[in-house]
Structures are given as structure tokens and as C-alpha cells.
């Protein structure tokens, strides 16, 4: 098992983490609790102790199936790491929204408590900026929040360096959460260069590019109703067909090593200078336990430029 912390806050996480998005159910087609906490129980049975979550995964169904899980298996609390999110309301329409104000902030840690049976949270994330909140006003928040003990360490997701520079005037910032894979490098540029910079670990979510580098789609494969893969773009026609061969062709380098595309995939996120956790999203039993062959090896420099290769021909 590959082991990191998440930076000043002394918090030791497994360098690949459970993402329960797609269990929750929301933006995923529907969801299969049995399934769901199944796959969080193959998760802390296989050691995984660190799991990301959040309210609105399921409207409180993926919170709740991780609470489920600790009790089914009878581990103790402080065996795992958990990190969960605020800021991202809804209604009984399934209509969001972001509010990270204090008031609501505050109300939200007691429910993700309640719904997580738990009295700590190991890591509090703001999920995306509000735009209606100033940032200084959230963040002054997290620092009661994080001082009180209620919280162990602070972090945010999809923020740019500009707010990250105004989070960092008022409050403590241990993690970003921000979005990379092989497809999706956009952080490069900037943002990861600036939390290596500064000592902020990063949590890199959707490594498998939401199953497309997992390695089992093939040009047939159709999303179910509710399933938003379905209206992106490189899930669809020629650029769908266009990134599943990139997929095929790493799929011989993951095979020459003996590992799987999944395998090769965030093993290229977790060599990356910066990166500190990938969060390998899983909603069944069966899913995680590959994740275990991610860790523990790394990318060769040729390895790394064959991969380059792939997507440049492409
Ligand atoms: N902060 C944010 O805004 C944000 C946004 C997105 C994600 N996240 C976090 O990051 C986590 C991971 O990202 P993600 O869930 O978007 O996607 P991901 O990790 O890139 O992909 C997850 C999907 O890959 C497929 N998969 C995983 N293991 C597999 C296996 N062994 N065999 C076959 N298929 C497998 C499954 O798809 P199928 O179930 O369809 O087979 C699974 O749902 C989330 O769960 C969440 O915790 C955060």
C-alpha cells in the first residue's frame, strides 16, 4: 500500500482513494445501494482507508452508504480518512445549486455528522466556488470550523489560483480537488504548479476520465438514462470513437508491464510531480480492488513517452 499526507495537516491517506460519486446515484443513472456499500466495504477491506464524498453525491445516499459500511464491518472511525464537501445545495427536484455561506455551511456539517455518524470530518472541502459568497467570508468560516476540532484539515475543489490566493489570506489551505486524467490536463499550466508551489496536496478527481480509461467501452457502449456521460461530447460519435482507440493503444503499454489500463491511467496521475491522491470513482463491488494495482511501481521514462505518443498521433 502507497501511503501520503496530505500536506501541514498531517493526515495519512492512501495515494489511491474511493470516489463514491457514482454510487450516490445523481448524474450517474440511478443507484444501487447494496452495490454501493459494497464496494465501500471492498474498499476498507482491501485498505483503502480514504474515501471522498459528498452531500450532493445521491442527496445524502453516498454519505450515508459509507456510514453504513463502517458499521457493517465494525471498523473504527479513526481507521479511516474521510473527506466530504459543502457548498452545493439542492431541491426535492433534484435542482442544484452553490451556496457556501456561512449560515449554510455550518448547517451542512451537521448533516454530512448526522448522515456519516460521525463526529469529525478528517477533511472539509468547499465543493466549487460560489459566486454570490466572497471567498474570504468561507474560508473565515472553515478556520472556526478547523479550529473548534470539527474538521481536521481544510481543502477546496475546482478553484483557480486567484481564489486560492484569497483563501490563503484568511485561512489554512491543506488540499485542491480538481479534475485530471490523461485526457484532461488543464492544471498543468497553472494550478497544480501553484499548489506544488505552495505545499497544497491535490486530490485528483475523475482519473479514469468517468470510466473511458477504465478499459471496457467499446464504440457500442451507451449510457442509461440519467447517466450525463451521455451528453458529453467525448462520449459521443467520431471523438468518442477517436479516444477509445487512444485507449486501446494504452492498453498495450499497460499490458507489456502487466497491468491494466485503469492501472496505467492513474498510475500516470500519481507520478505526476504534485499530485498527492487519485480518487478511483467506484459504485459495485469488483471495481476497487483493481485499484490496489495501481500503487506501489511507477511510469519508466519511456513508458511516459510512449503514452505522450498515443495521444499526439491521435
Ligand atoms: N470535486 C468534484 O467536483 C468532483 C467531480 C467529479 C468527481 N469527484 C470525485 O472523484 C471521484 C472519481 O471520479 P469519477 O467518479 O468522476 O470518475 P472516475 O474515477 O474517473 O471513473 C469512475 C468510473 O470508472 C469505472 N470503473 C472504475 N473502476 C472500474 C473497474 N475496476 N472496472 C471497470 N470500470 C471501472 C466505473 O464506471 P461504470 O460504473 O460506468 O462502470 C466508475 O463509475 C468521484 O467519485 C468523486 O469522489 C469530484
Given amino acids: 500500500m502507497e501511503y501520503a499526507v496530505l500536506a501541514d495537516s498531517g493526515i495519512k491517506v492512501t495515494r489511491v482513494a474511493l470516489g463514491t460519486w457514482g454510487m450516490g446515484g445523481w448524474l450517474w443513472g440511478g443507484a444501487d ?3 454501493g456499500q459494497q464496494a465501500v466495504e471492498e474498499a476498507i477491506q482491501n485498505g483503502i482507508t480514504t474515501i471522498d464524498t459528498a452531500p450532493a453525491y445521491g442527496f445524502g445516499l453516498s454519505e450515508r452508504l459509507i456510514a453504513r459500511a463502517i458499521k457493517a464491518l465494525g471498523v473504527a472511525r479513526e481507521s479511516l480518512v474521510i473527506a466530504t464537501k459543502c457548498g452545493l445545495s439542492w431541491d426535492d427536484s433534484g435542482n442544484t445549486w452553490r451556496d457556501s455561506s456561512p449560515a449554510r455551511i455550518r448547517q451542512e456539517l451537521e448533516e454530512s455528522l448526522k448522515r456519516l455518524e460521525t463526529d469529525y470530518i478528517d477533511l472539509y472541502q468547499v465543493h466549487w466556488p460560489d459566486p454570490n459568497t ?3 467570508q468561507t474560508a473565515e468560516v472553515f478556520r472556526e470550523l478547523w479550529e473548534a476540532g470539527k474538521i481536521k484539515a481544510i481543502g477546496v475543489s475546482n478553484y483557480n489560483v486567484e481564489q486560492m490566493e484569497r483563501w ?4 489554512p489551505l491543506h488540499t485542491l480537488q480538481p479534475p485530471y486524467n490523461l485526457f484532461d490536463r488543464g492544471i498543468e499550466a497553472e494550478i497544480l504548479p501553484y499548489a506544488r508551489e505552495h505545499g497544497i496536496a491535490v486530490l485528483a478527481y475523475s482519473p479514469l476520465k468517468r470510466g473511458l480509461l477504465a478499459g471496457h467501452m467499446t464504440p457500442q457502449t451507451t449510457f442509461p438514462p440519467g447517466d450525463s456521460r451521455a451528453e458529453k461530447p467525448e462520449f459521443q460519435g467520431e471523438r468518442f470513437r477517436r479516444n477509445l482507440a487512444i485507449v486501446e493503444r494504452l492498453k498495450e503499454i499497460a499490458a507489456r508491464r502487466g497491468k491494466s489500463v485503469a492501472q496505467l491511467a492513474v498510475r500516470w496521475v500519481l507520478d505526476q ?7 478511483w ?10 485499484a ?7 511510469l519508466t521514462e519511456d513508458e511516459k513517452a510512449e503514452i505522450e505518443a498515443a495521444f499526439a498521433q491521435a
Wanted: proline share 9%; aromatic share 2%.
Fill in 273 to 279: 510531480p504534485g499530485v498527492t491522491v487519485a480518487l
Fill in 281 to 290: 470513482g467506484a459504485r459495485r463491488p469488483g471495481q476497487i480492488k483493481e
Fill in 134 to 136: 466572497p471567498i474570504e
Fill in 168 to 171: 490563503r489570506k484568511v485561512a
Fill in 33 to 35: 445501494e447494496v452495490a
Fill in 292 to 298: 490496489l494495482g495501481a500503487m506501489d511501481w511507477s
